[in-house]
T-cell receptor, first 111, second 115 residues
């Protein structure tokens, strides 16, 4: 079983729609990251969360530590938001600082 | 804005050859990482490096792999004798403190193709 699960795996939307991508994890974590991977392969860090909620432009990320769940929301989606969105967690305790990645959610936004 | 860079962007090699993938982390960062992503699969951790030594490595990072920070700016990943299954995108990342809430900044990746 994967330690980090994302849903849905694929998502299509019309421009302007509100998008939600979910991430569940089964390990204790110190932080959760949302990353964006462009078609060319490059990875950009969007958010790092350890509690609550963060907002950046049209992107909102929330985390519920008790439920081991995080969501990434995109308001007023645009074709340029088309990418793979990846959830990754950093484990709690010890000296680990590696990230454990989910399989990603492929988002396509059509005009 | 400072960024992590990687060279080459694409490397093609024959099975059994040695390859060196190069990364230049952000200049004031102290923690360095290599990850890989086999086509169609999730990103996987390979190794983390701090204070000129490996701090953590995964099962994937066997004796065929090594990392080095030869000159204080470059961070390299060497694969001694490449196998077909080493074909993947390799990402370098760096972070300031490596702490629990440290953000890791990723390079654009090197696509390695082993023939």
């Amino acid at each position: 079983k994967n330690e980090v699960e994302q849903s849905p795996q694929n998502l299509t939307a019309q421009e302007g729609e509100f998008i939600t991508i979910n991430c569940s994890y089964s390990v204790g974590i110190s932080a959760l990251h949302w990353l964006q991977q462009h078609p060319g392969g490059g990875i950009v860090s969007l958010f790092m969360l350890s509690s609550g909620k963060k907002k950046h432009g049209r992107l909102i990320a929330t985390i519920n530590i008790q439920e081991k769940h995080s969501s990434l929301h995109i308001t007023a989606s645009h074709p340029r938001d088309s990418a793979v969105y990846i959830c990754a967690v950093k484990g709690w305790g010890g000296n680990t600082d590696k990230l454990i990645f989910g399989t990603g959610t492929r988002l396509q936004v059509f005009p | 804005e400072p960024e992590v860079t990687q060279t080459p962007s694409h490397q093609v090699t024959q099975m059994g050859q040695e390859v060196i993938l190069r990364c230049v982390p952000i200049s004031n960062h102290l923690y360095f990482y290599w990850y890989r992503q086999i086509l169609g699969q999730k990103v996987e951790f390979l190794v983390s490096f701090y204070n000129n030594e490996i701090s953590e490595k995964s099962e994937i990072f066997d004796d065929q792999f090594s990392v080095e920070r030869p000159d204080g700016s470059n961070f390299t990943l060497k694969i001694r004798s490449t196998k077909l299954e080493d074909s993947a995108m390799y990402f370098c990342a760096s972070g300031i403190s490596g702490g629990e809430t440290d953000t890791q900044y990723f390079g654009p990746g090197t696509r390695l193709t082993v023939l």
